[in-house]
């Protein structure tokens, strides 16, 4: 490798490509990481980071009216949305530095501007060409808007984080995670939310029961969720836009944002001057150790179109670092792979929906499900109601599936992907003491078959 300038340049600086370049670096490859854009890409800028922020911004307002019954009066709680963005971007920003600060700690160099392939081992980046024995591509994905008349009046989750100004009223197209988690956040910042779906429940892939348990919660809190609606076009309106439905009807509102998935960003990068093959759709294919069709070079995170989510870019950078710089050529398994939707209430899964397991496991399953409300609310009088649900294979008693709505869910479902990891059987649940007063807790008391 001692003919080239790096062992290894990256293209991206977003959470897998600056995750790949320290542990490279770290194991002392010479690492060069270029990013056009901010430091620590979708996640950190316009994807998990502010948006949790905005989840727990938006919660309170849930918060202030369950603590009346719990004494607390007095309060009049008013929401100024300048202060939030503004604190947001703040503490978004000291993350940038730390990120930049982590890279060159490791000892990769930092090259701010737009990078591409001008060859299998060549890089340019505004101008100057570096030689590298390896090149990887971390770019990511953007938004995609489906083409209608008007689309160029939608925002999406690119701007939400931003506006100079909250709507009274929303309407969020699309039913995946980026929809219903910010139809959550703005009902919960006091916009009025419609959500439109194409389909007949949104959440496309979750487990049916957990779908429908989510769907009926959010309605329950206010949020217009309709299904089976497409939208014909987007057009100005006096205050604001007005959107016409497939049907014929249609809806005003402040502001209209499509969350109708993410493309890869992969045109324009030189990639077809590497020799490197791009799929129809911009996602690259890769073999199990992240190699292209051409040996040098590298793809992970969304540029490949599998799981879009941060901790498996990241986990796919550690295995390109390994197989480069370490201990020899590594993959990644990408089975009960944990996610969460962060709606309201929040929806967290790990392993297979009811449905794949009843494929998957044709000499039977056993089904486990609780719907309660939690303790907290028995005061707050909160209707929210929590769904818990066991996917067990009858013929070896593994636990093959864990899904949940309701408070925490996500963290309550990290440790228990532990379990499903570690392959544990209903007995090895059985088995487990409860930590009481917990909603987890019911996880491990589930005696009832539901079917
Ligand atoms: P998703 O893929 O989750 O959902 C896209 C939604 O848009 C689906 O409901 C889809 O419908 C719908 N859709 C697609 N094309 C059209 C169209 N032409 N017209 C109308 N509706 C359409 O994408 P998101 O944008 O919500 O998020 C992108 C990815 O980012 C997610 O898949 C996820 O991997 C990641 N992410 C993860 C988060 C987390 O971990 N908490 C949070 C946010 C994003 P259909 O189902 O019918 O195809």
Request: glycine letters at 10%.
């Amino acid at each position: 490798m001692g003919s080239f300038d790096y062992d290894l340049v990256v293209i991206g600086g977003g959470s897998g490509g600056v995750r790949t370049a320290r542990f490279s670096a770290a194991a002392g490859a010479r690492v060069a990481i270029a990013e056009e854009r901010d430091w620590g890409g979708t996640c950190v800028n316009v994807g998990c980071i502010p948006k949790k922020l905005f989840g727990y911004a938006s919660h309170y307002s849930e918060e202030f009216r369950d603590a009346a019954r719990y004494g607390w009066s007095s309060m009049a709680p008013r929401f100024d949305w300048p202060t939030l963005r503004d604190n947001k971007s703040a503490e978004i920003t000291r993350l940038n530095g730390i990120y930049v600060n982590m890279l060159k700690d490791a000892g990769a160099d930092v090259l701010e501007g737009r990078a591409r392939l001008t060859g299998p081992h060549e890089v340019e980046i505004d101008g100057q060409r570096l030689s590298t024995a390896n090149i990887l591509v971390a770019t990511g994905g953007w938004p995609y808007v489906p083409d209608i008349p008007g689309r160029e009046h939608a925002i999406t989750s690119n701007e939400c984080f931003f506006l100079d100004d909250l709507p009274k009223s929303i309407v969020i197209v699309g039913g995946g995670y980026i929809a219903a988690e910010f139809a959550g956040i703005f009902h919960g910042m006091g916009v009025e939310v419609t959500q439109l779906y194409r389909g007949e429940l949104f959440l496309r892939g979750f487990d049916d029961d957990i779908r429908r348990h989510l769907a009926a919660e959010m309605r329950t809190k206010g949020i217009d969720l309709r299904f089976s609606t497409d939208v014909a076009s987007i057009a100005r309106a006096n205050s604001g836009y007005s959107v016409r439905l497939a049907d014929g009807a249609s809806l005003e509102a402040g502001l209209v944002m499509y969350a109708t998935g993410r493309r890869p960003l992969t045109s324009g990068l030189g990639l077809e001057k590497a020799g490197v093959t791009v799929n129809d759709d911009g996602t690259i294919p890769v073999d199990e150790h992240f190699r292209t069709n051409v040996p040098s070079v590298f793809a992970i995170g969304d540029v490949l179109g599998r799981l879009e989510l941060t901790p498996v870019a990241t986990t796919e950078g550690m295995a390109v670092a390994a197989t480069l710089f370490g201990d020899g050529p590594r993959s990644v398994d990408y089975t009960n792979v944990p996610s969460a939707v962060f709606s309201q209430p929040e929806l967290a899964t790990v392993g297979l929906t009811e449905s794949e397991a009843r494929q998957r496991h044709a000499d039977g399953i056993d089904i486990y499900m609780a719907r309660f409300r939690p303790l907290r609310h028995t005061i707050s009088l909160n209707d929210e109601m929590i769904l818990m649900k066991l996917v067990v294979a009858s013929a070896t008693d593994r636990v093959v599936g864990v899904h949940m709505v309701g408070p925490d869910a996500a963290e309550i479902l990290q440790g228990f992907s532990v379990a499903l990891k570690a392959g544990a059987t209903k007995a090895d649940f059985d088995a487990t003491v409860g930590i009481h007063p917990t909603s987890a807790e019911e996880f491990v008391t589930m005696r009832q078959k539901a079917a």
